[in-house]
């Protein structure tokens, strides 16, 4: 059911450090799955002409929220270093340790799933890092039902001792 929590499994993981061709950009909530399907298509054709594969499936990390809209960079991992060409720009997913969850469903299903997230992130005593982000494994375009897409739900975490976020 749309919009429903679902039952999270949360694996605290230590990530290393990822190299990623992103575009970034303030997008309006309601425009963000036009900007992922534009953005991952440019991001996929600069690798291209740039002689390199992306190294995983695309994701898309949240940097922040403001009236103007939602702080958004989509793209790919790289496992050669990628200089940027024209708006896709060199990147990294960041090391450290991390709280991360499958989404299982169709993407109404993500901000519940985020919500769920948040509260089992507090629930095991951790404290929230900042700019979490969405792997897509199985998504649009894949020919699956939107019933089976898998999102990877990633949370960076601070530091013992940092202030929580809010």
Known sequence: MPGRPQALEVTIVELEVVRVAVI???VATEDVPDFMSDALELVAAALREAGLAPAGPPFARYHSMSPEGLDVAAGFPVAEPFLGAG?????ELPA???AVA???????GLEAAWATLRQRIAELGRTRGDDPWEVYFIGPGSGVDEAAWRTELVWPL???G???KA
Not at 102 to 108: A, E, K, N, R, S
């Open 24 to 26: 970034r950009s303030i």
């Open 87 to 91: 708006v896709v720009h060199p990147g």
């Open 96 to 98: 450290g340790p991390a």
């Open 102 to 108: 499958t989404f299982v469903g169709p993407y109404d």
């Open 158 to 160: 601070a530091a013992d």
């Open 162 to 164: 940092a202030p929580a």
